[in-house]
């Protein structure tokens, strides 16, 4: 089990950013004495939930964006790979080097996008991505591995950024002076 959170703020003019990273990388040999052929089967549930917000008094520029990214590979020992994305759709997401003849990959359960960015660059906005049902299961299903070494690594990424530009109290006065002055000499040449 793994929880994984990158948050940010900033009160004035500045960046602010975070990153949360995990990574899991797992090295097993698999010696199959059966017809030379094995599988694989990964199965997890992650309930992913990103969201960007910008709500600023004195905003005048700036964005706010979230990332998640999350990816799976078995390589053998020549660098051939089964990988696999989670996206969210009940299609077959993972993909297998053709140098791994005979070896398949199907996608068993992807409940949500895992690989997903999320942004927003205006005032008085608030966007989020969470199906709010809780926990989605996620699951893949690899056979025809032959006998060899095989590393299974899973990598899983999430962070935002954050910037924004407000105009500094001294600037508000400066310019209210020079509207006032624009005001005042507009009226004198009218008189």
């Known amino acids: 089990a793994t929880r994984q959170i990158a948050e940010s703020e900033i009160q004035g003019s500045g960046d602010g950013s975070s990153n949360a990273e995990i990574t899991s990388n797992t090295g097993f040999t698999m010696v199959f004495t059966v017809s030379g052929t094995g599988g694989l089967n990964v199965s997890f549930q992650a309930d992913p939930y990103l969201r960007s917000v910008i709500s600023a008094l004195n905003f005048l520029n700036g964005n706010a964006q979230s990332?998640?990214?999350?990816?799976?590979?078995?390589?053998?020992?020549?660098?051939?790979?089964?990988t696999?994305?989670?996206?969210?759709?009940?299609?077959?997401?993972?993909?297998?080097?053709a140098a791994l003849a005979g070896v398949t990959c199907v996608e068993t359960n992807d409940g949500e996008d895992l690989n997903r960015n999320l942004s927003t660059s205006s005032n008085n906005?608030?966007?989020?991505?969470?199906?709010?049902?809780?926990?989605s299961n996620f699951g893949i299903s690899i056979a025809g591995l032959?006998?060899?070494?095989?590393?299974?690594?899973?990598?899983?990424?999430?962070?935002?950024?954050?910037?924004?530009?407000?105009?500094?109290?001294?600037?508000?006065?400066?310019?209210?002076?020079?509207?006032?002055?624009?005001?005042?000499?507009r009226r004198r040449k009218v008189s």
């Open 67 to 82: 990332n998640i990214n999350t990816s799976f590979s078995l390589t053998n020992g020549s660098g051939a790979q089964v």
């Open 84 to 97: 696999w994305t989670p996206n969210g759709t009940q299609g077959n997401d993972c993909t297998v080097d």
């Open 125 to 135: 906005t608030d966007f989020n991505y969470s199906l709010g049902a809780g926990f």
């Open 146 to 185: 032959t006998d060899g070494t095989w590393t299974l690594a899973f990598n899983a990424v999430t962070s935002n950024s954050v910037r924004a530009q407000v105009p500094e109290p001294g600037m508000l006065s400066l310019l209210g002076i020079g509207l006032m002055g624009l005001g005042y000499s």
